[in-house]
């Protein structure tokens, strides 16, 4: 009994203390506090402080090095494993392989440098890359790219625009390593394009070549801001060395229990993305829908025609699941609410819970109809099969297989019309972190991208 009054204590503790530190923005101004003192190192602090305050100041970061030297991986990794580290990252692959997805001229030619394994023209990266740039400058957000520049033209068309590098990490790589990574790439399954396996040893060599003729331009007009860094190691080492080389502290301080929520249309595959989320980050999936079918007693005859389960109920069932203390502790991925904008300022507004990410899987409405007419589900465990490509074996479970009623089309067309609405709506709230991802990839690329 005392140990459980200790726990409601302590998460009543935690609750009114985050809500003060995220109401207040305590973290942010605390790290941008210690951010500015570990760099400028002022003679006197106090009056530095101040004006930091008053005037934050964007933060840059480069990171550089040869293909296959785990830039991306690197970058991602930092935020989860050193306190004072928070900056949108910038992964330039990623925003070529968007730019492939439009089927653009510009992603034509992406993927014809991919080919070989070389660097797409100048002009393009540096078109796709500076309009990400520019618009977390605008915000005044700091930023960590990986990638870019990887030509003196690059870099000299940053520089053009204002935006000189606080630090740029240089992962050195041996030859050989090199070309063995650039091998891997070039034959694993996330290959954006297959290459004649007897060209590969000349591909590679090409790259390697390619990129020690260019990154000497580079680190001409970067002399005197580059920090190199052994990317021989293991790779939690070369971690290490990058966060000694940025002045990080280890995390020792409990984390924030992550929110996040997933959105999409019916057949975007949130419910499959929100369960690796949940696997791989130990936090909880909190399936909205399948809440609503084991708790509302007339669900089917109302979502059979269409329509939403009228917010009242809605509201009071997923406030329940998370007010439970596996949520708080661990934190949460929500999948199927919020809705509509009424619950969105329920969810923020009324119970105080601010999302730590939004991420939003961009299906068009062709490949979600495409999906579901491909989808039938077992109504006793809830488990979704398609029918060309993971029927169950089991003779009795294949026997008592159906079609959803939420997958007929008079009832998705509603379902995407009031999603998209609502998307409309939720894109011009300020202050939320969002992500926009490909949902129409195979599931293991979208998961990797998310």
Not at 15 to 36: A, G, P
Request: overall charge negative; hydrophobic content about 35%; proline content about 5%.
């Amino acid at each position: 009994k005392n140990t459980n009054m200790l726990r409601d204590e302590k998460l009543a503790y935690q609750d009114e203390l985050e809500k003060y530190m995220e109401e207040n923005e305590i973290y942010e101004i605390f790290e941008t506090m210690m951010k500015t003192l570990i760099i400028s190192k002022p003679d006197d602090p106090i009056p530095h402080l101040l004006d930091t305050l008053q005037k934050p100041q964007t933060k840059r970061i480069f990171i550089m090095g040869p293909p296959g030297s785990k830039r991306k991986e690197h970058i991602l990794t930092l935020a989860d494993n050193f306190e004072d580290f928070k900056y949108e990252a910038i992964c330039v692959g990623d925003l070529l392989n968007k730019e492939i997805t439009k089927k653009s001229d510009m992603g034509k030619k992406i993927v014809a440098a991919r080919k070989t394994y070389s660097y797409p023209e100048d002009d393009i990266v540096i078109e796709i890359v500076t309009k990400s740039i520019e618009q977390l400058e605008k915000e005044k957000r700091n930023w960590i790219i990986e990638g870019f520049p990887r030509t003196r033209k690059q870099a000299l068309a940053l520089t053009e625009m204002g935006f000189i590098p606080d630090r740029m990490i240089l992962l050195d790589v041996k030859d050989e390593l090199t070309k063995e990574r650039i091998k891997q790439n070039l034959t694993s399954e996330e290959a954006i394009v297959e290459v004649d396996p007897e060209k590969i040893p000349s591909i590679s060599q090409d790259a390697l070549e390619e990129y020690q003729t260019h990154i000497e331009g580079v680190k001409e007009i970067y002399k005197g801001i580059i920090c190199c860094v052994d990317g021989n190691q293991k790779q939690d080492i070369v971690l290490q060395e990058i966060a000694r080389t940025l002045k990080l502290k280890i995390v020792n301080t409990p984390k924030r229990a992550p929110k996040i929520i997933l959105f999409g249309v019916p057949g975007s595959g949130v419910s499959t993305q929100a369960e690796k989320i949940s696997k791989k980050f130990n936090v909880i999936h909190i399936q909205v829908n399948s809440l609503l079918k084991s708790k509302v007693e007339n669900y089917w005859e109302t979502t059979k025609k269409g329509d939403p389960i009228p917010d009242k109920i809605v509201l009071e069932i997923v406030r329940e699941r998370l007010e439970m203390t596996d949520a708080k502790i661990n934190g949460f991925v929500l999948d199927g609410f919020p809705l509509n904008s009424n619950q969105m300022s329920f969810l923020i507004n009324d119970w105080g819970i601010k999302p730590s990410q939004l991420i939003f899987l961009e299906v068009s409405d062709h490949k979600a109809y495409e999906r579901l007419e491909d989808q039938m589900f077992d109504p006793v465990t809830g488990i979704s099969y398609s029918i060309t490509s993971n029927l169950p074996e089991d003779e009795t479970i294949l026997k008592r297989l159906m079609r959803s009623p939420e997958n007929e089309h008079h009832v998705l067309k509603k379902s995407i019309k009031r999603y998209k609405e609502f998307i409309l709506e939720l894109q011009d709230t300020k202050g939320l972190s969002k992500t926009t991802i490909n949902g129409e990839n195979d599931p293991c690329t979208v998961f990797k991208d998310i």
